[in-house]
């Protein structure tokens, strides 16, 4: 209570809390849409609320966030944004808790033998610069789909437009570059066509390895409630383990690993043999695409229809049954609905197949069943990819921070467009490096092999991101730093992060950031909407703006006349003017003085127009609850766009085209149906280790935890890390509940208590452990094999042997 | 500490009532206000702790014709326990 409430006052206070919940509960139920009630009649204090986008996943949904005291005090889903329509999962009810810790980093930490001494803000900040100073060309950053497109594009800018050095990746890489590939591989250009109004239109909704009752619950309870309000919608479930989202599902389809791309091409053949693809559709709007053996590519070579129907053919589905171990019945199944253009059809995929080895190769498949059976373009028929985390669309993506892109879609490798970026960034002509950077698994590897055999990652700063928990074969791409005898000793590890996490275990140096709404933020989601939000609340300490920090370190180097911190003008490269006159934003005390987050977006928005990716302005965001690109002006409004390529809906489709691939890869306004054919994972069980071990995410825990796990609620709810097992395994182990085994792959080996059956009732022959439990490192097991073309790891498919500890 | 949710009913759950009453003898629950045959029910759950909450949370899940119990609203201070930033529990060991 209050110090300074009577109780009268406090009871008073609690009929007015109670009397806003069930307002806003009411305003749920009954569909209605309208402002938060505010605690208007409270005494004293009164709750001050504003918007913000949650913290956690790519759904994106909209919170209320209630702050009293200058503290987050309460929070409710918001009525007034599309994607939530006023509903919150259990993460997102919890967000606001996230803030407050116990163990918030609040000071800069410089290692200092086996511990740490508290440093300055201008101390850390010179330690940056000098090893940046140092040796340039072996600094990389680190960052994530967390980092919001403000931070992403200035860290983009710092390296890219500032360093000459493309030595830039994000977590994401881990997460959807698969699905990046895929969408650049079959229609020229990335991201979703649809969004998530696809979810209330369709007849049936596919989830390709996909959990969404777990990991995107908000958006799986907007398809459920239509069937409890009666509406007909056919949920199918494709997956190498049962999920909750299994419960909610009439059919489930149990594949081994990769029959996903069996059962795609099983689609395929019988769209084909039984003549019900969507012949009109294909010859207005696709081509036929293979892989170049001989000369990989992402762009593949060209084919005729009938050398791929021959390619097909042996995808019969008792072939696929074989492959996949999906009955052949279901196989028929599948191709039944796609072939029914009657039938809405949404797919829904995530991790299980970006994830994986073929992932670009699936992610193009499955585009390609919707494609050849017509089933795009319109509500209810969409191929839609969801993503992890709340900006991997908009950060990551679209500002493209991976390490062979620019910002806007645009390539290091292409003349023109490293002329555009050094246009609009006002650097001189050349100043862009032409070769790419080193994707994520590559800048561990050489971070983590010694200088003098050949490893030329010098300096890795981390922003945002715990790879010391989520990177693949840790001991390979991570551990090594930790070793006395790794040959390492000349490598330094930043790491900006707001708790101590399995990555700050092993920084030379410790920067402590602000989180979510201690600071201003835009980020985008996994449908194309672009969201905003301000500071609301001071972070704890010393901790500071992850972009403030990147700009500080930009201006000491500016300030040691390190030329790239120079534009063509010779002024700072991040010069913030209000009302003609330079505002110091590298100094803390001056960054709050005015809006960088909206003088970086107005500038990088520039590049958004270079592929119809169409962004309004900073001040439209302020007053919408997110729009989704390309938003573009009419009439003095500006108007976002649902269905991308689709005529009436999408502004850059010529006027009479229907559906119209503008950014085509073959030029000529068509996408490209692949062919790809089924290949074994890169790992399967063997004698020596019998078991496919699979990772993943639960409910209760955002990732790696460094957030949920300090949350009470959520922590009390799953608190550690388990090994699900199936029954019969567990007997053939001897195995009992609680029991401990020790888990061993090639790479590594952890010991962990065992679930029989678990949530996921894995099927005989696998196992999965989720990677949330800092204490518990699954990646110290799992493959670092990459995809050939997105550079994407598979998670989900390590041998493995158990064996009982007693 | 407060929240508030909404209960979603089963398709085929059978006479509401019952099941708003089975609910009513929840602690701490108050349903709201609802239309005749409405399947998205309002309530609020007030408990003197976050772990009452939880409770009640999971017995609003285990009634019988309840589908889905979706949380729309939360009031994070807890003034029967110390504040979530002097918890221990607020970070793992």
Known sequence: MNGDMT???????????????????????GGTVSPLPILADEPKKRIEWDKAPCRFCGTGCHVQVGVQGGKVVAVAGD???????????????????????????????????????????????????????????????????????????????????????????????????????????????????????????????????????????????????????????????????????????????????????????????????????DRRFVDSFCSFKAPDDENPSLHGKAISFEEYKKQLEPYTPERVEELSGVPADQIRMLGDLFGNPALKITSLWCMGMNQHTRGTAINSMVHG?????????????????????????????????????LPGGRDVSDEKHRQQAEGFWNVPAGRINPTPGYHTVKM???????????????????????????????????????????????????VSDVYPT??????????????????????????????????????????????????????????????????????????????????????????????????????????????????????????????????????????????????????????????????????????????????????????EYPLMLCTGRVLEHWHSGSMTRRIPELSRAMPGGYLEINADDAADYGLRNGDKVKVESRRGSLVIPVWIDGRGQPPRGSVFVPFFDETMLVNDLTLDAIDPFSKQPDYKKSAVRISKVS | MIASVVVTLEERAGPVQDIIDEICNLAGVEVGDFAPGAHRIPMVIDSPSANAIEETTRRLQDCHGVAFVDVVFVHLEDESEPSIANSPEGAHE
Request: proline share 5%.
């Open chain 1, 7 to 29: 109780p009268a006052d406090a009871i008073q206070r609690r009929q007015f809390i109670k009397a806003t919940a069930m307002a806003a509960a009411t305003a749920v139920a």
């Open chain 1, 369 to 405: 069943i919707h494609l050849l059976s017509g089933h795009f373009g319109t509500p209810g028929n969409a191929p839609t990819s969801l993503t992890g985390q709340p900006s991997a669309c908009g950060t990551v993506r679209e500002v493209g921070t991976l390490s062979h892109a």
């Open chain 1, 444 to 494: 561990w590897e050489s971070f983590c092999t010694p200088t003098s055999q050949g490893g030329n990652i010098g300096t890795i700063w981390v922003q945002v991101t715990n790879p010391g928990q989520t990177l693949p074969n840790l001991n390979k791409l991570f551990n090594p730093k930790g070793e006395d005898k790794a040959g390492l000793e000349d490598k330094f590890l930043i």
């Open chain 1, 502 to 687: 399995a990555t700050t275990r092993l920084a030379d140096l410790i920067l402590p950031s602000a989180m979510w709404v201690e600071k201003n933020g835009v980020v985008g989601n996994s449908e194309r909407r672009t969201q905003q939000w301000f500071k609301l609340v001071d972070p704890p300490g010393d901790a500071r703006d992850d972009c403030w920090q990147t700009i500080a370190v930009a201006h000491e180097l500016f300030t040691r006349g390190v030329d790239g911190m120079k534009d063509r003008d010779g002024r700072f490269l991040f010069e913030v003017k209000d009302h003609d006159k330079p505002v110091p934003i590298w100094e803390w005390e001056h960054y709050y003085d005015v809006n960088v987050d909206e003088h970086l977006f107005e500038e990088y928005r520039q590049f958004s127009r270079l592929k119809h990716k169409d962004l309004a302005p900073y001040s439209e965001y302020v007053k919408a609850r997110g729009l989704r690109w390309p938003v573009v002006e009419r009439d003095g409004q500006w108007h976002e766009t649902h269905f991308r390529f689709s005529e009436g809906s999408d502004p850059y489709v010529e006027a009479g085209k229907e559906i119209q691939f503008y950014h085509s890869s073959t030029h000529d306004d068509r996408a490209q149906i692949w062919f790809h054919p089924w290949i074994a994972p890169a790992e399967v069980p063997d004698d």
């Open chain 1, 79 to 277: 009525r007034n944004a599309e994607v939530n329509k006023g509903l919150l999962c259990v993460k997102g009810y919890h967000v606001g808790s996230a803030l407050y810790g116990k163990d918030r980093l609040t000071k800069p930490l410089l290692r200092d033998g086996d511990g740490y001494r508290e440093i300055s803000w201008d101390e850390a900040i010179k330690t940056i610069a000098d090893r940046i100073e140092a040796a340039p060309e072996r600094f990389a950053f680190y960052g994530s789909g967390q980092w919001t497109i403000p931070e992403g594009y200035a860290a983009q800018k710092f390296m890219k437009g500032g360093l000459s050095n493309n030595h830039i990746d994000p977590n994401a890489r881990l997460c959807m570059a698969s699905a990046v590939t895929g969408f650049l591989a079959t229609y020229g250009v990335d991201e979703p066509a649809g969004c998530y109004d696809d979810l209330d239109a369709c007849d049936v909704l596919i989830m390709w390895g996909n959990n969404p009752a777990e990991m995107h619950p908000v958006l799986f309870s907007r398809v459920v409630d239509r069937r409890s309000r009666g509406e007909k919608v056919t949920l199918i479930d494709i997956s190498t383990r049962r999920t909750r989202t299994t419960e909610a599902c009439q059919h489930y389809l149990e594949m081994k690993g990769h029959g996903d791309l069996a059962i795609a091409n099983g689609i395929a053949h019988l769209l084909i043999k039984n003549g019900t693809y």
